[in-house]
C-alpha cells in the first residue's frame, strides 16, 4: 500500500539554480554581507562588487566574517581564511571559492555559481 502512494509522488531532486540575483548594488553598503539563503558572501568596496562562498572547505560549515580580524573563520572546527579565501589555520586544506559576478539586464547583481573566479574578480558598478 505505502508503495503505491509513493508512485504518486515525483522522484525529483529540487536544487537552487546555480546562477541567481542578489539584489541591487544601491541596496549594499559598504562592507561584507552574508546571503544565508545562498550560502555566499557578497562583498562592496567603493564601487566594485565580490562573491565569496560562505561554506568552510573542511566539512562544510558555514563560515563568519571577522572585521576585526579581516578573516573569514570557522565557527566549527576552527579553520581561518585570510582575505582572499586562502587558507591560514586549517583543518582547511582548500581556499574559499570565488565567485563569478556581474550586473544582469534588469540592473541587480548576478552571481554565478558555475563559474569560479580568482579572488580579485569583480564587477564595477556606477552606484
Known amino acids: 500500500m505505502v508503495?503505491?502512494?509513493r508512485l504518486l509522488a515525483p522522484n525529483v531532486l529540487y536544487e537552487l539554480p546555480k546562477e541567481f540575483k542578489v539584489g541591487y548594488p544601491k541596496d549594499y553598503p559598504e562592507g561584507v554581507h552574508f546571503i544565508p539563503a545562498r550560502r555566499i558572501f557578497v562583498l562592496r568596496e567603493n564601487n566594485r562588487f565580490r562573491a565569496v562562498s560562505a561554506v568552510c572547505t573542511h566539512?562544510?560549515?558555514?563560515m563568519r566574517w571577522s572585521e576585526q580580524d579581516l578573516a573569514w573563520k570557522c565557527p566549527c572546527h576552527g579553520s581561518v581564511f585570510n582575505e582572499k579565501g586562502g587558507v591560514i589555520k586549517g583543518p582547511a586544506t582548500r581556499p574559499l571559492p570565488w565567485y563569478d559576478i556581474s550586473v544582469s539586464l534588469d540592473g541587480q547583481l548576478l552571481v554565478d555559481l558555475n563559474k569560479d573566479v580568482s579572488p580579485d574578480h569583480s564587477v564595477v558598478v556606477n552606484v
Open 59 to 62: 566539512l562544510g560549515c558555514t
Open 3 to 5: 508503495a503505491s502512494i
